[in-house]
């Protein structure tokens, strides 16, 4: 006697066949969460403009070479050659200090930083230890300067 049996698919319970088809989706959930919290954290300085030092420091990266910012502080007092490579690459793109660019590049790399901070944390503890670093960080970052001020 032969008896036909349901494919597993068409016998799982509903909430096991969501999950199959959310499960591709599941390596973009850690970037979702970062951006969605430095959003909410910090998504009104998008439109803060530029700070009173902005004359200051801004020429020590849009005038320099790309070489004099990666090998030498120049006339600054401190070397950060990320955000200078960050503000040399939105002044080449635009021609001009574009605030909101400027803003959305650090705010870009404030979600990369939280992402990797998840990422760490994973590896070391688990998914939730790595989400729950992440949101301390991305809204509580060592200087809030970080995230909000473009210089």
């Not at 066949?17 to 969605?36: D, K, N, Y």
């Not at 503890?125 to 200087?143: E, N, V």
Request: positive net charge.
């Amino acid at each position: 006697m032969i008896t036909e049996v349901a494919p597993a698919e068409v016998s799982a319970p509903a909430s096991t066949r969501a999950r199959l088809r959310l499960e591709p989706l599941a390596p973009l959930l850690p970037w979702l969460v970062c951006i969605g919290l430095t959003a909410i954290a910090y998504g009104g300085s998008l439109h803060a403009g530029l700070m009173f030092d902005a004359p200051i420091d801004l020429p020590r990266a849009t005038g320099r070479s790309w070489l004099q910012i990666l090998t030498q502080a120049g006339d600054s007092p401190y070397y950060r050659p990320v955000v200078f490579l960050l503000w040399k690459t939105s002044y080449v793109i635009f021609g001009r200090n574009e605030p909101v660019a400027l803003h959305a590049l650090l705010l870009a790399s404030h979600v990369a930083a939280g992402w990797l901070v998840y990422q760490l944390e994973r590896r070391l503890l688990d998914r939730w230890a790595g989400f729950a670093a992440a949101a301390l960080f991305l809204w509580f970052p060592p200087s809030y300067q970080v995230a909000a001020f473009a210089n």
